[in-house]
């Protein structure tokens, strides 16, 4: 053989093993890459169970919070018709006069000069009262029904924020 030729042997062998070192190397870190694949899908599994978990209990939370809001307002709704009821039977009493409204007055001797129109009736004893005319006194039952139905609503916000807050 020729110098050339041993050359020649020499580059082929160099580059065969060149080339079978490299497809190794391909191979070894296509595995690498294969299973850090793999660990990936493993670990977006997981991330995705717990999140599908964590979705799953604000879920359950928000249902129960709106179930108690529901209570809540079924509880408010009662407790408003209720009161509306109250006052309209107080309303037809008064329109009946079947129910009068009075007010006590102060002791004559002590320079209150208001006039009375009746004798002093009821279970205050040793005072003076004078009925109030019924127009006035409807005026007054729905001054206060306007009041009982603003402090129902009020106690219905304030549990509704309570229920929130709590929530959260």
Known sequence: ?????????????????????????????????????????????????????????????????????????????KELSDEQRKQAVIR?????????????????ASGCDVPTTTAAVGVVHATRRAQLDPAHAQRIIAITADGNNGLIALRACQAYVREISAVH
């Open 1 to 77: 053989m020729t110098p050339g030729q041993i050359l020649a042997s020499i580059l082929l062998a160099l580059v065969i093993g060149f080339g079978g070192a490299w497809q190794v190397q391909g191979w070894r870190m296509g595995e690498k890459l294969a299973e850090q694949d793999g660990l990936h899908k493993d670990d977006l599994a997981d991330i995705g169970k717990a999140a599908a978990s964590q979705a799953r209990a604000e879920q359950d939370k928000r249902l129960a919070a709106e179930q108690q809001l529901s209570r809540q307002d079924q509880k408010h709704t």
């Open 92 to 108: 037809d009493r008064l329109a009946t006069a079947d129910l009068r409204l009075s007010v006590l007055l102060k002791d004559p």
